[in-house]
Nanobody, 132 residues
Framework: QVQLVESGGGVVEAGGSLRLSCVTS????????MAWFRQPPGKERDFVAS???????????KYDESVKGRFSIYRENFKNTLYLQMNNLKPEDTAIYYC??????????????????????WGQGTQVTVSS
């Protein structure tokens, strides 16, 4: 059994950053594929990023095209924690973010967390007035 607990969600303006955390416990063994998924309001859950942890090293990092160059998945072993660093956030990144885990040999993720809400709002804007 593997337990996953996410945190780090919140409200941020477009262009801002957040870092999500997923603390893992239980039988993490020596190899595990871990991923982040997200579910926008009224939509299905989609893949965001993943990597495989095996014998102390990280392999095969993958990202959805919509987050490449903006999001980064990484792990701190001594904390048993998976992170998702999210930069240059956009309103369309608004979703509940879930951490998930599975053995690399199987296709389906069989462990998941409870999710953490990320809301990206438009900025306040700035008034521009052009006079003749």
């Amino acid at each position: 059994q593997v337990q996953l607990v996410e945190s780090g969600g919140g409200v941020v303006e477009a262009g801002g950053s957040l870092r999500l955390s997923c603390v893992t416990s239980g039988d993490t063994s020596n190899q595990l594929t871990m991923a982040w998924f997200r579910q926008p309001p009224g939509k299905e859950r989609d893949f965001v990023a993943s990597h495989t942890w095996r014998r102390g090293r990280v392999y095969d990092a993958k990202y959805d095209e919509s987050v490449k160059g903006r999001f980064s998945i990484y792990r701190e072993n001594f904390k048993n924690t998976l992170y998702l660093q999210m930069n240059n956030l956009k309103p369309e990144d608004t979703a509940i973010y879930y951490c998930a885990a599975k053995s690399p040999e199987v296709s389906a993720y069989n462990y998941g967390g409870q999710g953490t809400q990320v809301t990206v709002s438009w900025g306040q804007g700035t008034q521009v007035t052009v006079s003749s």
